[in-house]
């Protein structure tokens, strides 16, 4: 049996190529380190090489939220490794009680060119969230994690074919106060901060 939690309203900002990388839309007030964050972090994760990424997710503590992003290859940009990033902004308390952070996945919209950015200049509705119980848990799939220093931050290195159910097996596995300072992306190229 599941349980659902209310999110209340998630905010969203979109981030994407206009003269540089850039803030587009948002829906919500943010302070100057907020947004610093959010700019730097909304980027291509790395370098691109000959292939461009698949699309991939992140999530990070920010300010007062917790943010979970969607990150695309914009193929209609000028400039090689131009990404689309759909953010979604959940105060800290609200996403640290979340079991499974995945369920907000659907919520991300690629944006297209030209932005329609009134669909990103208000925050979504309350979201009802199933919650995973134990069945999570006994999964039989191939996880391995390991977890080393590297400058004062946690890095855990996953064996499996799909990095978001791997992703959702650590945070489920979580507590509370781990969750509200986890930082995670499913194509890492470098070291995030």
């Known amino acids: 049996r599941c349980s659902a939690m209310k999110t209340g309203a998630v905010h969203q900002v979109v981030h994407g190529y206009d003269h540089g990388h850039r803030l587009l839309s948002t829906s919500v007030e943010l302070t100057a380190e907020e947004r610093y ?100 848990l006994r999964r039989r799939a191939n996880v391995l994690a390991l977890s080393i220093e590297h400058e004062s931050r946690p890095v855990a290195f996953v064996d499996l074919y799909d990095p978001e159910e791997a992703l959702r097996a650590v945070w489920w596995c979580s507590v509370p106060a781990l969750r509200r300072a986890f930082a995670f992306c499913t194509h890492a190229l470098l070291a995030r901060n």
Do not use: N
């Not at 030209?114 to 509705?125: A, F, H, T, V």
């Open 37 to 136: 964050r959010l700019d730097k972090l909304s980027d291509l994760s790395g370098y691109p090489d000959r292939h461009d990424p698949p699309p991939y997710v992140s999530g990070y503590p920010c300010g007062r939220f917790y943010v979970t992003a969607r990150t695309w290859i914009d193929p209609l940009a000028e400039r090689r490794g131009t990404v689309w990033t759909h953010s979604l902004l959940l105060p800290l308390e609200v996403a640290a009680e979340l079991a499974d952070i995945t369920a907000l996945f659907p919520l991300f919209r690629l944006p297209m060119r030209p932005l329609e950015s009134s669909r990103y200049s208000q925050p979504l509705d309350s979201v009802d969230i199933q919650e995973p119980e134990a069945w999570l």
